[in-house]
């Protein structure tokens, strides 16, 4: 195995990043591991200025959402994009350099977290590197912007337009979210604006241009339809960003703009639709038969899938008030990250032998460890969403009864609701944690002992038309 710690092309870079990859996310199952034992066991571990829950929730937030997403973004640009274009990126040294500066900031921000726990804002960023922060992803945009004009065929693939999305909410969120408003109205708006562009459109299009490489590439089928494909891409980019708002339902925020959240909520059908009938239509031409590497696909898709119909079903006018400022949005923001995980693993299994030429064998434990990450993250999200559906009925219950139940014996009903469900959770973080070590296990396995097969070249890469 050899890494170049300074690339010449995007072929050794993907190189350095599939390696780090499965160790990225590692950090983040354990962070999030940490953040869920001390949410249930407080009293009983040690504490301390990192070691509380507060802490360990926005640190969580800011790996997860900030540092990994910028990761996994940064790895499917370099390499899909090349591919999506059908030839190799051009100015490469800038996009190496810019790549791994937005990494790096993100890696710098965490470190601070440590340093300045007081700097670390709820959704995660630390604020003192954010106009660094912009500059960068701005270059970044602008990068794959000359990579798009200087394309010489005459059509895009749909992933290459999925990922020019996400970067471009990347960089709205940012310019959104810079601090802490004293007016909750503010506090509001701009926490749902940065959850919509940030996490629901930048993980969900990250998500899609991997999820459609992989099922016409990666499982050799062919694409159903790009009249589909392309609904998606446009009915996500136009509805996602605005989802948000109807989650602070009845709070200093206006009313126009819950309604209007809750009525292109229940548009998402369309999209969603479009995107359920492309996949389906697809995968039955699939020539690529291997069990592990479909499961793995077919559990992201189902928790993409489950989470859009978890925002449609917030919509309806009797559960809305109910699900909002609970846990139910929690449901939500993490399965749009975790869809983006999941397909992330299948993604990672296919690069080995390509970036590589290390030979992937799908063995029991790859078998056994599909089917522990799928369930084990629909189960997190099914949890969650009883647990905000639980508190939600117990809050609207005592405010109705004018007994509030955020203390006394209100709060002890309320939480005899959802600690089980917690403590369910902590356990399915665990399983989480360890489908995380696993996954780092059989990558770096492969990658250092597999048997030596063919592996693509930069010309293959750069001559391929994935039409």
Same mark, same amino acid.
């Given at each position: ?215 016409? &590439? ?27 708002? &109807? ?38 031409? &699939? ?181």
């Amino acid at each position: 195995m050899k890494i170049k710690l300074i690339p010449k092309n995007e072929q050794d870079l993907s190189k350095v990043f599939i390696f780090l990859l499965p160790l990225v996310v590692l950090l983040s199952a354990s962070i999030n591991f940490l953040k869920d034992a001390f949410r249930s066991f407080s009293n009983v571990l040690p504490g301390n200025q990192v070691l509380n829950y507060g802490f360990l929730d926005k640190l969580s937030n800011q790996i997860s959402f900030n540092f990994l997403f910028s990761f996994i973004l940064v790895v499917t640009v370099v390499y899909l994009l090349s591919k999506s274009l059908g030839r190799s990126i051009i100015i490469f040294p800038l996009f190496f350099l810019t790549g791994l500066g937005l990494i790096g900031i993100e890696f710098i921000d965490v470190v601070l977290a440590f340093i300045s726990p007081e700097q670390l804002l709820d959704l995660g960023n630390t604020s003192v590197l954010l106009l660094i922060k912009i500059l960068l992803v701005g270059a970044f945009l602008g990068l794959i912007l000359l990579n798009f004009l200087a394309k010489k065929e005459p059509s895009i693939f749909l992933s290459s337009q999925f990922l020019l999305g996400a970067v471009v909410f990347y960089l709205i969120s940012l310019l959104i979210y810079r601090s802490e408003y004293t007016v909750m109205s503010d506090n509001f708006f701009i926490n749902s604006m940065y959850l919509s562009t940030h996490i629901y459109v930048g993980c969900s299009f990250v998500f899609l241009s991997i999820f459609y490489f992989l099922i016409t &590439k990666g499982m050799q089928a062919t694409l159903f339809s790009k009249t589909l494909g392309t609904i998606s891409f446009w009915g996500y980019l136009f509805l996602l960003p605005w989802t948000g708002f &109807k989650y602070f339902y009845g709070t200093t925020l206006p009313d126009w703009i819950e309604n209007v959240s809750i009525y292109l909520s229940l548009s998402l059908i369309i999209p969603l639709l479009a995107l359920i009938v492309n996949y389906s239509k697809t995968i039955a031409t &699939k020539e690529n038969k291997e069990p592990v590497f479909s499961v793995l696909i077919s559990f992201a898709f189902v928790v993409f899938g489950l989470t859009n119909v978890l925002q449609i079903i917030s919509s309806i006018s009797n559960v809305t008030p109910i699900v909002s400022l609970t846990n139910f949005e929690y449901s939500v923001r993490y399965g749009y990250m975790y869809s983006l995980i999941l397909i992330l693993i299948p993604f990672v299994y296919h690069l080995v032998p390509k970036i590589y030429g290390r030979e992937f064998i799908y063995g029991r434990l790859e078998t056994f460890n599909a089917y522990l990450l799928g369930t084990s993250v629909v189960a997190t999200l099914s949890l969650n969403t009883l647990i905000g559906i639980n508190s939600g009925f117990s809050w609207n219950a005592g405010a109705n009864a004018g007994n509030p139940t955020i203390y006394g014996e209100g709060f002890l009903i309320t939480w005899s609701l959802i600690s089980t469900p917690y403590t369910l959770i902590l356990f399915l973080s665990l399983l989480f944690l360890l489908s995380t070590f696993l996954f780092t296990l059989s990558t770096l396995k492969a990658i250092i002992g597999g048997s030596v097969t063919e592996s693509e070249t930069v010309s293959e890469i750069s001559g391929d038309n994935d039409e």
